[in-house]
């Protein structure tokens, strides 16, 4: 079974510091990864994604994630958080051999970033 | 493109009444999804479908619901009757059939059963 686990509800960060959100995952075979956003009151929007090669993914608005096989996490990093970053932000997984099947997310955790 | 397209996107009913939310996926995608978020359980999968044809619907809490999708453009989640422990917001989400493709929300339903 899949399954991902986000392991803090909440992240406070000052700005200008560097961020860091965790995930570890758990699923059958290789993983594909995603983080997504959420704003007040929106749907989800697309970060970033994993599918293979360099461990380290780089997405939208500054943001990466590194990929780490033998620890089965996918930490979501950014090097200098703004104001703007504070929003929840979910970690998913779906398995390679799970074509067009389930995306299971994460709790979600909100990052919180103080000027 | 609009984008995934829900209505309504907020609905106050009474307990007992018919709830039905609306999804207009993305055009072009094969794969459509219902979801449901609360405080307490986070996001739930709660049924998807590939081609119009439902693929897993072990995430649909009971009988109380039901889904469709009658073509490709059109995804109705149906609650009936609705209780107040339904009160959550639904989002749909579609994405071309595959395993790496991106998921594409919809802004939501907000459902508050009274």
């Known amino acids: 079974a899949q399954s991902v686990a986000q392991p803090e509800d909440q992240v406070n960060v000052a700005e200008g510091n560097p961020l860091t959100v965790k995930c570890t995952y758990s699923?059958?075979?290789?993983?594909?990864l995603f983080w997504y956003v959420q704003y007040p009151n929106r749907g989800l929007q697309f970060l970033l994604k994993y599918i293979t090669g360099d461990n380290l993914v780089k997405g939208s608005y500054g943001f990466e994630a590194e990929f780490n096989k033998s620890q089965t996490s996918f930490h979501l990093k950014k090097p200098s958080a703004l104001v703007s970053d504070s929003a929840l932000y979910f970690c998913?997984?779906?398995?390679?051999?799970?074509?067009?099947?389930?995306?299971?997310f994460g709790q979600g955790t909100e990052l919180s970033v103080k000027p | 493109d609009a984008g995934v397209i829900q209505s309504p996107r907020h609905e106050v009913t009474e307990m007992g009444q018919e709830v039905t939310l609306r999804c207009k996926p993305i055009?072009?995608?094969?794969?459509l999804f219902w979801y449901r978020q609360t405080m307490m359980r986070g996001l739930e999968l709660l049924i998807y479908?590939?081609?119009?044809?439902?693929?897993?619907d072990s995430g649909m809490p009971e009988d109380r619901f039901s889904a469709k999708m009658p073509n490709a453009s059109f995804s109705t989640l149906k609650i009936q009757p609705s209780e107040p422990r339904d009160s959550a917001v639904y989002f749909c989400?579609?994405?071309?059939?595959?395993?790496?493709?991106?998921?594409?929300f919809g802004a939501g339903s907000r459902l508050t059963v009274l």
């Open positions: 998913a997984v779906r398995g390679v051999y799970n074509q067009g099947g389930k995306l299971i």
């Open positions: 055009s072009g995608h094969n794969s």
């Open positions: 989400a579609s994405s071309p059939v595959s395993g790496a493709n991106v998921l594409t």
């Open positions: 699923v059958s075979g290789n993983p594909y």
């Open positions: 479908f590939n081609n119009n044809v439902p693929i897993d």
